[in-house]
């Protein structure tokens, strides 16, 4: 049974850098004090994250729906700075779809369930943005959420009917990024 005495919906959404550090960051803590966590991650795979390992150990549940993704030779290229890598592995096809809209399913038997302290779902906004599922789909599964789960969902820009249901919303406004100087992500710091 959740150990929280009352579960908020919390949106973390934005064109800036920290929405998955911040939710990360957020199921730390609840592990670190014996809450029950899971990670729900929406259009990525390949647990070539350091946020992944990393929760793992500390029992965090980690459910990856995108597609197997990046590799050590992804690791290599990105530090080279080859960015082509990047399209190759991050295009969304009919089997992101079909991961997505079972991944939906799938949190929303966690969150009604009434086991888990916080799920996180991760680039739930961004699945939405590329009509994996319908908006009243993830609606509902808010919802029917248990009163004692904490939810936190990630993504650049969630419907307005999202944003309302929501006890917190932070907006990650980027005012400079590495990417516009040509720095891509690196490893250890961004993933």
Request: proline share 3%; charged share 30%; aromatic share 8%.
């Amino acid at each position: 049974m959740a150990k929280l005495s009352k579960g908020l919906i919390e949106v973390f959404h934005g064109d800036g850098r920290g929405k998955t550090s911040a939710a990360v960051g957020t199921a730390a803590r609840a592990a670190g004090h014996g809450l029950k966590v899971a990670l729900v991650q929406f259009l990525k795979g390949g647990e070539f994250t350091g946020e992944v390992t990393a929760l793992k150990k500390l029992g965090v549940e980690v459910h990856q729906l995108g597609p197997n993704g990046p590799s050590r030779s992804f690791d290599r290229q990105v530090r080279e700075g080859i960015r082509r890598v990047i399209s190759k592995y991050f295009r969304y096809h009919e089997s992101d779809i079909e991961r997505s809209a079972e991944g939906l399913k799938l949190a929303a038997r966690m969150l009604s369930s009434g086991e888990y302290d916080l799920v996180i779902l991760d680039e739930v906004d961004t699945a939405l943005k590329f009509k994996h599922f319908r908006t009243d789909d993830l609606a509902n599964a808010l919802k029917r959420k248990h009163e004692r789960t904490e939810v936190i969902l990630t993504g650049f820009k969630p419907p307005q009917k999202i944003l309302r249901m929501a006890d917190l919303i932070t907006d990650m406004k980027k005012v400079r990024h590495p990417y516009d100087k040509g720095i891509l992500a690196r490893w250890g710091i961004d993933y």
